[in-house]
């Protein structure tokens, strides 16, 4: 599970029939919980990322991941392309994970218009 908060503009008003638009770029903070996790039968691995998007189709992800059982944390990167993604987990001292999934989120969006 994952919680985002974002900054993004557009050259286009959603006032122009644009409902479904996404900024043309963004940034933002997003931060989550591994739930299911092969090694335990609790919540795992959480994450800090920091983040761009383009066309919130493409973007990458950068940040840290901390274990909730041992304390041990290290870097973690992620790229997506539309809703599929690659996310490389490296605890120091305990590997890297690498995963592969489909990226479902339900935003709730604030819009202003100048």
Known sequence: MEASVHY???DRSHANDDFWIYPK????????MTLLDQRAT???VGYAELQWA?????????GVAVDTRSGRRGPQF?????PLYLRSTTLLSDGTDLEIGIMV??????????
Not at 25 to 32: F, M, P, R
Not at 54 to 62: C, H, K, S, T, Y
């Open 25 to 32: 770029s963004s940034v933002g903070l997003n931060v989550g």
């Open 78 to 82: 992620t790229g997506f392309v539309g």
């Open 105 to 114: 989120k339900l935003p709730a969006v604030w819009v202003w218009s100048r």
């Open 42 to 44: 609790k919540p795992g």
């Open 8 to 10: 993004g503009e557009n």
């Open 54 to 62: 383009e066309d919130g189709m493409v973007g990458f992800a950068g």
